[in-house]
């Protein structure tokens, strides 16, 4: 495998660092499962909500970049650089869930995933699963599906714009977006996402 070490460490540095580390005393946390109607200008005016997506997309692009496999590989050989991905992937969603400052509770990375999802893959595959996971939620007014339903919508559509070269790089993809809600339930955390405080004093 070759590696541009600038671009992997940039990669590393931008996805595995969790959001919660910079969640300070203006951020307050909602179960996912609750009504979000009073809730969402100051979720959508947090601005590491926006960074999250920012730098998700960037890390992905900068991974998918910074590999390459060497000539001529043989075997197993051909696929460490999709595996290398799919591993920094999974674990970045992981991070990004699992690291969270609320007790029994699991951050949902919304917005990291999603650009995640923009950085790792051509736009006209991303768009798809995303639109219909939005819809879906929204739709069945449960925000925790978005992440079963990009993953299962993931695969057949990026299939069908990318054939079957890209197969192994969407059941990556698959698995590192599932990971938020099978994660949840399986250790029995409740997702939550953050939003703006009014102000410091305001309680959780």
Same mark, same amino acid.
């Given at each position: 495998?070759?590696?541009?070490?600038?671009?992997?460490?940039?990669?590393?540095?931008?996805?595995?660092?969790?959001?919660?580390?910079?969640?300070?005393?203006?951020?307050?946390?909602?179960?996912?499962?609750?009504?979000?109607?009073?809730?969402?200008?100051?979720?959508?005016?947090?601005?590491?909500?926006?960074?999250?997506?920012?730098?998700?997309?960037?890390?992905?692009?900068? $991974?998918?970049?910074? *590999?390459? !496999?060497?000539?001529?590989?043989? /075997?197993?050989?051909?696929? &460490?650089?999709? +595996?290398?991905? =799919?591993?920094?992937?999974?674990?970045?969603?992981?991070?990004?869930?699992?690291?969270?400052?609320?007790?029994?509770?699991?951050?949902?990375?919304?917005?990291?995933?999603?650009?995640?999802?923009?950085?790792?893959?051509?736009?006209?595959?991303?768009?798809?699963?995303?639109?219909?996971?939005?819809?879906?939620?929204?739709?069945?007014?449960?925000?925790?599906?978005?992440?079963?339903? $990009?993953?299962?919508? *993931?695969? !057949?559509?990026?299939?069908?714009? /990318?054939?079957?070269?890209? &197969?192994?790089? +969407?059941?990556? =993809?698959?698995?590192?977006?599932?990971?938020?809600?099978?994660?949840?339930?399986?250790?029995?955390?409740?997702?939550?996402?953050?939003?703006?405080?009014?102000?410091?004093?305001?309680?959780?």
């Amino acid at each position: 495998m070759i590696i541009d070490w600038l671009k992997f460490g940039s990669a590393l540095a931008l996805l595995l660092v969790p959001i919660s580390l910079f969640h300070g005393k203006d951020v307050r946390y909602l179960d996912i499962s609750r009504d979000w109607e009073g809730h969402w200008p100051r979720i959508l005016t947090l601005g590491l909500h926006t960074i999250d997506a920012g730098r998700a997309a960037l890390g992905g692009w900068l $991974l998918l970049t910074a *590999l390459a !496999p060497l000539p001529n590989a043989h /075997g197993l050989a051909r696929y &460490v650089v999709l +595996l290398t991905q =799919g591993t920094v992937l999974i674990v970045s969603v992981g991070l990004q869930t699992f690291v969270c400052k609320e007790p029994d509770s699991a951050h949902a990375p919304f917005t990291f995933v999603s650009g995640m999802l923009f950085g790792v893959y051509p736009p006209i595959i991303a768009s798809f699963p995303f639109l219909l996971a939005v819809v879906a939620a929204a739709g069945m007014r449960m925000p925790a599906a978005f992440f079963p339903v $990009l993953a299962v919508t *993931l695969v !057949p559509i990026g299939f069908l714009f /990318g054939g079957k070269v890209i &197969v192994l790089r +969407l059941l990556l =993809g698959f698995c590192a977006t599932l990971v938020p809600w099978l994660g949840a339930v399986a250790f029995r955390r409740e997702l939550i996402t953050s939003y703006r405080a009014r102000h410091s004093k305001e309680p959780s």
